[in-house]
C-alpha cells in the first residue's frame, strides 16, 4: 500500500510564502519523478512543477521564479516552496509521484489527496 500525505496548506496573504510537503510511505521500492499539481474549482488540474530523482527539475509558466519544488530521497518528501503567492493561486494542490512498490517490477502514478492553498487578504 502507497500512500502520499501533503501538508502546509492554508490561508495566506497575497506576496506571501508558503511550504507544502508530500511524504510517501508504504512498501517502496523505488521513486523517479515527483510533482506538483493543483486545480481551481471548475477548472482542470494544472501542472505546476516536477522533479526527477536526479534533480532535474521542470517548472509551468505561471510559477517559473516564484515557486521551487525540491525533493528529499531519504524520506521520500518533494516539497514545493511557493513565494509571492497571488490570489489566482488559489486552489487545491496535488502531489504525484511515479514509484515502483516492493516486489513489482513496474511503475505507476499515485496521487496525494490535496491540500487547500487559500490567497486571500
Known amino acids: 500500500q502507497v500512500q502520499l500525505v501533503e501538508s502546509g496548506g492554508g490561508l495566506v496573504q497575497p506576496g506571501g510564502s508558503l511550504r507544502l510537503s508530500c511524504a510517501a510511505s508504504?512498501?517502496?521500492?523505488?521513486?523517479?519523478?515527483m510533482g506538483w499539481y493543483r486545480q481551481a474549482p471548475g477548472t482542470q488540474r494544472e501542472f505546476l512543477a516536477r522533479?526527477?530523482?536526479?534533480?532535474?527539475?521542470n517548472y509551468a509558466d505561471s510559477v517559473r521564479g516564484r515557486f521551487t519544488i525540491s525533493r528529499d530521497n531519504a524520506k521520500n518528501t518533494v516539497y514545493l516552496q511557493m513565494n509571492n503567492l497571488k490570489a489566482e493561486d488559489t486552489a487545491v494542490y496535488y502531489c504525484?509521484?511515479?514509484?515502483?512498490?516492493?516486489?513489482?517490477?513496474?511503475?505507476?502514478?499515485?496521487w496525494g489527496q490535496g491540500t487547500q492553498v487559500t490567497v486571500s487578504s
Open positions: 504525484q509521484s511515479m514509484i515502483r512498490v516492493v516486489g513489482s517490477t513496474s511503475w505507476s502514478y499515485y
Open positions: 522533479i526527477t530523482n536526479n534533480g532535474t527539475t
Open positions: 508504504g512498501s517502496i521500492s523505488g521513486i523517479i519523478n
